[in-house]
């Protein structure tokens, strides 16, 4: 059933690919749901590319059929979703997995303000032999706990393709991903840009096809925590660069100063070498955080954040610049003393290798990081200068 785009209450969306065996039945519960509910709706397919006869059936039981030419999960319900007329949409598998027929507690939600509905299916219910064992007890709870985690969001199911949300708060995403990830990158960005997200209990029935399903466990499962990993500059970046500079620093400094000793073992020369490293790769690994950071902001993958966008009033080119050579011309300086040192000694064997090198380190670990700083300013001032400007004129 489908009416003029100001009637459309609900638009009920499935991805196909090759679906004829049951998706007649999922088209049919949905709209029997529309009809015995009184809910105003539409039926929408996304069809990425069906030869089975799945078109021609969907179109002979009353839904719309959008023809995605992107191939992949995502792809086919952006496209779908894009064409639905419904303020509210809900979105569900073609394998008659969830019952199209128990829609309501979705709807109820989404008519109390909630911007995205999801379905948890650890709370409504499994029956057996409709989720893999890895996916019920690793991927699932793993990847949703990992989510929880980075993102601060009280969902217990990341991965239910049963759910809800408003129309127009899901357009404004911008949603990019094309594969299986997009549920995670749904539920993650609506988190970023503050949507009020809830959940509802749902059934998961088993697979009524007689075919393999199209999810891939690991293919899929990694694609899933890539995605978790790379929009959160934070966990990727940030606590694995602050541990490791932590750690590097506190026995660089002790080390510097004199050897450890524990029991038999001495930590000298080699492991100072070492945490000179980690100082290094851990202020490499910072960078990372704070250039991904403001592209992100810059490609508008994460809302502008104004206490983020101050740092440039302190952290500016020339101030980057200046902070960079200052660190350089220390370790120089140490290096240029060591230098003449050995001058004085004519060239030849430094008779004191142990106190050469504990300045020969660190001087060149200020030397790296000091260039560092220095090409780190000129990028941050090249990529951030975009926002920077639009921050300036906001402020103006």
């Not at 409709?130 to 690793?138: I, S, V, W």
């Not at 357009?171 to 997200?197: D, H, N, P, Y």
Request: proline share 3%.
């Amino acid at each position: 059933m489908t009416e003029s785009n100001k009637n459309v209450e609900l638009s009920i969306v499935i991805p196909c690919l090759n679906e004829a065996e049951t998706i007649e039945v999922c088209i049919n519960k949905a709209l029997n749901f529309l009809k015995e509910n009184n809910v105003s709706g539409e039926v929408v397919i996304g069809d990425n590319g069906s030869t089975d006869g799945s078109i021609e059936i969907a179109q002979r039981n009353g839904a719309q059929v959008v023809h995605i030419d992107e191939k992949g999960y995502g792809a086919a319900l952006m496209g779908a979703i894009k064409a639905s007329k419904g303020e509210f949409i809900i979105m569900g598998d073609a394998d008659d997995s969830y019952d199209f027929s128990e829609l309501m507690p979705f709807v109820l939600k989404l008519r109390e303000g909630n911007d995205l509905v999801m379905g948890n299916r650890f709370k409504g219910g499994i029956e057996k032999g409709a989720m893999p064992f890895l996916h019920k007890y690793l991927g699932n709870p793993v990847l949703s706990f990992i989510g929880r985690l980075f993102f601060k969001i009280k969902i217990r199911d990341f991965h239910c393709g049963l759910r809800g949300f408003r129309n127009e708060s899901i357009q404004k995403l911008e949603l990019r991903t094309t594969g299986m990830e997009f549920a995670s990158e749904m539920i993650v960005k609506a988190s970023i840009f503050k949507l009020k997200i809830t959940e509802v209990p749902t059934i998961l029935s088993k697979d009524g096809r007689s075919r393999p399903p199209h999810l891939r466990t690991w293919r899929d499962g990694w694609r899933h925590l890539k995605f978790l990993l790379m929009y959160s500059p934070k966990w990727l970046f940030l606590y694995p660069g602050l541990i490791l500079l932590l750690i590097s620093t506190l026995l660089f400094v002790m080390i510097s100063i004199n050897p450890i000793h524990a029991n038999k073992l001495t930590f000298d020369l080699h492991t100072l070498t070492y945490c000179g490293a980690g100082i290094i790769l851990s202020y490499q690994i910072l960078s990372f955080s704070f250039l991904s950071r403001i592209y992100a902001i810059n490609q508008g993958l994460i809302p502008v954040e104004k206490k983020f966008l101050n740092l440039f009033k302190f952290f500016n080119l020339e101030k980057g610049l200046l902070a960079g050579l200052f660190i350089f011309l220390i370790g120089f300086l140490q290096s240029l003393n060591l230098f003449m040192d050995w001058r004085q000694e004519g060239y030849g064997r430094i008779n004191d290798l142990s106190a050469s090198f504990r300045t020969l380190i660190p001087s060149i670990v200020m030397i790296i990081i000091g260039i560092q700083t220095i090409f780190l300013s000129f990028l941050s001032s090249i990529i951030g200068t975009i926002q920077k400007i639009k921050y300036l004129e906001e402020e103006n």
